[in-house]
């Protein structure tokens, strides 16, 4: 909805899949061109979120990041926000992607900080949750 509303084509939500450090990442939702994508696993390695869960901080890219990353080709813009959970340790990301450049204001929204607080409240109750058994 947030995406949506500021007219952005993409915006999607990771898990990482392993820890301490994670090569791979799992999408949560994926949110493209107005509707939800099937959800899948992909090699960090190659990918602009890299930068944010290396560095665990905010990674902005307002042109070029498909010329950067061989996996994010089909996109022009990229912004990715680490998500942290209750001990500091990063989690998964929360990105927003566009095939047009983004202003540079795209990363300075304080609204980030609730999505981002929302989105690692919600990936630790998915880990507390025991797999159910058929």
């Known amino acids: 909805?947030?995406?949506q509303a500021l007219d952005w084509q993409g915006a999607l939500i990771t898990e990482c899949m392993d820890h301490p450090f994670s090569a791979r990442m799992r999408v949560l939702a994926f949110w493209c061109d107005g509707a939800f994508v099937e959800n899948f696993e992909y090699e960090l390695?190659?990918?602009?979120?890299?930068?944010?869960i290396c560095r665990g901080e905010p990674y902005f890219v307002a042109s070029g990041v498909g010329g950067r990353y061989p996996q994010d080709a089909n996109w022009e813009a990229y912004l990715g926000l680490p998500v942290r959970g209750a001990s500091g340790r990063i989690v998964g990301h929360l990105a927003f992607v566009d095939r047009r450049k983004m202003s540079d204001e795209a990363i300075n929204m304080p609204i980030y900080q609730s999505l981002?607080?929302?989105a690692?409240?919600?990936?630790?109750?998915?880990?507390?949750v025991p797999a159910q058994i058929d």
């Open 116 to 118: 981002v607080a929302r």
């Open 120 to 128: 690692a409240i919600e990936l630790e109750r998915r880990s507390r």
């Open 45 to 52: 390695s190659g990918a602009a979120c890299e930068e944010v």
């Open 1 to 3: 909805t947030f995406a």
